[in-house]
């Protein structure tokens, strides 16, 4: 079973699994998720990384 991959621009990425929140004045909540490029197989590279709502992220479906 591979895992979830997603589109963000024009690059494939996948969630690290970091995730951030913080709460606005209105009484609701922010989220943000963190991703990595799917051809970045080192965990320890961040140069890449990004924050994202997890709403701007593309879902892939299907195999290659």
Do not use: C
Request: aromatic share 8%.
């Amino acid at each position: 079973m591979s895992k979830a991959s997603y589109i963000f621009g024009e690059r494939e990425y996948v969630l690290t699994g970091r995730e951030a929140k913080r709460s606005k004045q209105s009484g609701r909540e922010e989220t943000k998720v963190e991703i990595r490029p799917v051809d970045i197989t080192d965990p320890e590279d961040k140069t890449h990384n990004k924050w994202v709502k997890m709403s701007e992220l593309f879902s892939v479906l299907g195999d290659d």
